[in-house]
DNA sequence: CTGAAAGCGCTAACAA
DNA sequence: TTGTTAGCGCTTTCAG
């Protein structure tokens, strides 16, 4: 059974296959009844436009760009399909690519992608969100493009936020409505631009429960498990130790509950500890941790639909923002409890 | 800048279009001086053919389809990347495409997807792998496709496997010669094939240790933490509860390490946990756990290989088995230690 | 509002 | 061993 073309479509709605193309592509001046005809013969016939064709003799790819460069795994299969569900739903197909953001190259690297793969637009994610070259190169380009989670709201129209700041002040006053004033906190991998968002809010939460902010009890972290145990250590040998961390992402928060572990102390009883993210670790470790869920999901979907309007030139509604959540587990607890 | 076309190449190397049609395809009768000259016109030129082009105008699209329905995200991740260096570095792109491997109607969609798509060919992760209907359907209306970790050898042609039976007899005599008698075992998820060779090779390590086989020590799990930790604790409950339990994959050996926990059992002293896969979390949770690290990237590399041959026609070479190793961690010790 | 004709950049026959 | 000529299925002019 061979594809049906726009040909047999058009004889079947007895048009021109200009008709039919301005059908598919929702371009105006086509009588409603036309439209109509047109649209009947499409789906008798199962008909679906063929991409090859279309990039080749259009302008557009129908083809976006998904840039990561995130060691969280179940960060990235969220984005992808949250991206997935909305590009393919408007005939749009992904290409994802692993970059590294380190990479002094990057910029040209993309720039050539786009070229050569005729990319349409961009969906950059952390810490990609945050690499200024990359993001004044496409603009200077005026490719398309949008953020999600960058680390300011310098360009609203091209971008996807969470509350972190927000959710962290309510995360730091939680644990200090547990009784805790020695709450210490793991600070996230400096390129990360919600990284400082979330020390933010942690600060503004310490002060908004009277708690003095004491650098002692901040840890410097690398977004790893392996960096945030030995941040965690450093606290926990203090003569007066921390009754509670707070750390910026799951993995940090796992490696704080393992030196909290080796060192003796139990969790929530002499410890508890707090995350940001929810990956699947997070409700996989013992005692489950607490932390705060990112709408990774939604805000990819939010993006890609940004991404699209942008591309077909219609307007960009004001700011998105999608909360993120508390998700209070087993990590937490009363002081001394 | 417009991008160069095969007509540019055809001018500055002073041949017909054709002929470097066919040095790009690697095709045969082009004189080696000929081949040369064109060669050098590409490299001056920083010419690539495009693909929508070549798409349209040929028989291969120089796509392949990538499925999977695989709740691990770093699994995903593996065989995403895995696969991603292989078919760019040869040209072709791959498209993602996550499934439900229990919907009724997913042979019909992924015929569709193919047709539709034009892929040139698919690759199977687990647990599409195993899906009978899909393989034989894929088979009869000849596409091209590999299998990673299908359930038997049965079409090595098309198949990665690794040694899931001979690592998982290891595995079970190293917990032996730490002095463990009572090995539970929680079986993996019914559907998914390598749940077989991975129960089977625990019970011939306890033969090959000389230990009895008790049903009373096994329990069934589907994959999940949750489920390993139900069948955990069902396991520990018993009036002679094990002193070692490996699980089939390390999201159930999470969860019974959990349900240990809960129950007052210290790991490893009270009882050793063995997972399977490697995941993150294995070195994330504590004790870290002692689990078998599956060569997932190398497995998608050489599928992509196998495919990339055979869409090539070209002749596929023996058994292709990529073996597993055991990492051993914190979770497992040597029996009342 | 609709249609005819000319490509997009490449590959596939077929000729030479 | 090489080149010529048609398309692939669509979008884009430009004319009606």
Redesign the interface.
Known sequence: ?R?TTIEEVAALARVSIKTVSRVINDEPNVRDTTRLKVRDAIDRLGY?P????R??AGAR?YLVGLLYDNPS??Y???V??GV?DRCRAENY????N?CDYKNHALCAEIENLV????LDGLILTPPLSDHQELVSMLRKQLIPFVMVAPPNQSDPARSVFTNDRDVCREMTRYLASLGHERIGYIIGHPDHGAVGARYRGYQEGLSGAGIRFRKGLIGQGYNS?ISGEEAARQLLKRKVRPTAIFAGND?MA??A??AA??MGLTIPGDLSVAGFDDV??A??????LTTIRQPIRAMSEKAADILLNQIRGEPVNGLQMIPSVMVIRDSTGPIGG
């Open positions: 059974m594809k679906r063929d991409q090859s064709a990039r080749l790819s795994a179940s990235v299969i969220d992808q399909s997935l197909e992904i290409l994802i692993p070229r050569h793969a005729r498990f993995e796992a490696g509950m393992k572990h080796e699947p670790l409700s996989q470790i013992w005692p489950s």
